[in-house]
């Protein structure tokens, strides 16, 4: 039966393990990452409408584009398209996942604008159909899409799902402004280049999971995950922002287990022991700080 209007939440998500191989000759790295959602969520509504058209808000609405470039309208239209239907629908983005932050929440609206607009529609596309959409639009979409953990391989878009065998503390602090993925990739390159090294594909190891952060998750070890957590695209980031040196260590005096740049940054990820040495954590950056528990379901009608 068609519905009048569908809110779908979508979370964020951290790379509790981001391994960047070399560049491939379609320009995107290989990688092995192992993604865990969390629960910082964007909303998205979708209602019937004529045409096309995109509103948002919540936190950092000003950086939302609002228009056919917004990933959730390419998601709309790419569904649309494949259906042969119009893509009718007025798409509302409520935003808490910072923008440009590296905690993947364009690729979560875009996940969120599919699963609406499918029950909008009354499409009842398969959920391979949906993923394989998903990886179209981007390489984080299809784990925004699932949730919970998994890991990500080729661009990151080929997702195992992985066991979590416990909860997670987590505090995000939001940088002043985004980062380019593009950008870091590139600056990541330059950093390999400069080292001596190479930095493609043909020339690298092709990186693997990392069976003790694996094991960590699974037994739901926050000490273990502590120990175990990587990002290789870190580097490049606080290259292109000096100041995340300073977030990531504030965070570590403050308490946290571990400190790592979320993705390709700047948002900053520490790891807690509890609940209560979460929000306290929070409370030592005075720029804002949010915590958030994961895993996290993926993409979910509410
Ligand atoms: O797939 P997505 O659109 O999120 O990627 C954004 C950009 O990030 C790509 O155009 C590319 O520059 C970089 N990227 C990459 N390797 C990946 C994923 C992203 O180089 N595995």
Redesign the pocket.
């Known amino acids: 039966m068609p519905v009048s209007t569908v809110t779908v939440r979508v979370p964020a998500k951290v790379n509790v393990q981001l391994s960047v191989g070399g560049r491939r000759p379609d320009?995107?790295?290989d990688?092995a990452t192992v993604f865990l959602a969390v629960g910082l969520y964007d909303h998205v509504t979708a209602t019937p409408a004529d045409g096309l058209r995109i509103t948002a808000a919540g936190r950092d609405v000003g950086r939302v584009p609002l228009d056919a470039t917004n990933l959730a309208a390419r998601a709309a239209v790419a569904l649309a398209k494949r259906y042969g239907v119009e893509p009718d629908v007025h798409l509302h983005i409520d935003k808490d996942i910072p923008v440009a932050g590296g905690m993947a929440g364009g690729s979560a609206d875009a996940a969120g604008a599919l699963v609406a607009c499918d029950a909008l529609w009354g499409l009842g596309a398969p959920r391979e159909e949906l993923l394989a959409l998903c990886a179209e639009l981007?390489?984080?979409v299809p784990f925004s899409l699932v949730g919970g953990a998994a890991l990500g391989t080729g661009?990151?878009e080929i997702l195992t799902p992985l066991e979590v065998g416990g909860e997670f503390h987590w505090v995000f602090a939001v940088a002043e402004g985004g980062l380019s993925?593009?950008d870091v990739?590139r600056e990541c390159d330059r950093l390999r280049l400069a080292g001596g090294g190479s930095d493609l594909a043909a020339d690298l190891p092709a990186p693997g999971a990392d069976a003790a952060l694996v094991a960590a998750l699974r037994e739901g070890s926050a000490a273990a995950l502590a120990a175990a957590l990587s990002n290789d695209l870190q580097a490049a980031s606080v290259a292109l922002r000096p100041a995340l040196a300073d977030t990531l260590g504030a965070g570590l005096a403050a308490g946290a287990l571990a400190a790592l740049v979320s993705g390709s940054g700047p948002t900053c990820a520490f790891l807690a022991p509890s609940a209560a040495a979460a929000a306290e954590l929070a409370g030592a950056f005075p720029g804002g700080a949010y915590p958030a528990l994961s895993p996290a379901a993926g993409a979910t009608i509410v």
Do not use: I, M
């Open positions: 320009g995107f790295h990688l981007g390489s984080d661009r990151g993925t593009p990739y």
